[in-house]
C-alpha cells in the first residue's frame, strides 16, 4: 500500500493490472501467467505503477495456492536488475512496434520472448527458468542479508530467516 500509494480498501479484491504499468513487457506477464497455470511457482521482475502515476520497480515471486496463487514482492536490489531494467525496455519496444504495425498482443509476445531468448542465452542462462531460478535466489539472498545481522538471524523476525531459506 505505501509503495502503490493506494488505500487498502482500493487495492482488496482487485486485479494486479490496478498497477498494471503500460511499460512493462507483455511477455514478462505471459511466462508468469503460464507457469502459475501450469501449477508451478516463478520469480519476476515487475515494473508497476502507483496511484499517482509513477512507476516502481518489484522482485515478485509468485507461485499456485488453493483457490488462486500467493505472490510476494521484494525491492529488487541485486545487479541482475540493472541488466532486466534495460532489457524490459527493449522487449516492450519490440513489442509496441508489433502492435503498431496492426499485428495483435500475441505476435508481439512472440516476437519480444525470441529476443528475450536470445539476451539470456547470451548472458549464460539456457532458459527464463534458469535465470528465474538465480535471480529468485540471487534477491532472496540479497534481502536476506539485508535485514540479517553477523549471526544470521533477521532482526525482530526470529521465523522470517528459516522461511527466506
Do not use: C
Request: net charge negative; charged share 25%; no cysteine.
Amino acid at each position: 500500500m505505501r509503495v502503490s500509494r493506494y488505500g487498502r480498501d482500493e487495492l482488496l479484491g482487485q486485479p494486479h493490472n490496478i498497477v498494471r504499468n503500460p511499460a512493462m513487457p507483455r511477455v514478462v506477464f505471459r511466462e508468469l501467467w503460464d507457469h502459475l497455470q501450469a501449477g508451478e511457482g516463478i520469480g519476476a521482475y515487475v515494473l508497476n505503477r502507483a496511484k499517482d502515476g509513477s512507476p516502481y520497480w518489484v522482485f515478485a515471486v509468485a507461485r499456485p495456492v488453493d483457490g488462486g496463487h500467493l505472490s510476494v514482492r521484494l525491492k529488487p536490489t541485486t545487479p541482475l536488475f540493472g541488466v532486466v531494467a534495460s532489457l524490459y525496455e527493449e522487449l516492450r519496444s519490440i513489442e509496441a512496434g508489433v502492435e503498431q504495425g496492426g499485428r495483435h498482443h500475441a505476435e508481439a509476445m512472440d516476437a519480444s520472448a525470441e529476443v528475450l531468448g536470445r539476451r539470456l542465452a547470451e548472458a549464460g542462462f539456457d532458459s527464463y527458468d534458469t535465470f528465474m531460478r538465480g535471480a529468485t535466489v540471487a534477491e532472496v539472498t540479497a534481502r536476506r542479508t539485508e535485514l540479517g545481522n553477523a549471526d544470521g538471524h533477521v532482526r525482530g523476525h526470529p521465523g522470517l530467516a528459516a522461511f527466506l531459506d
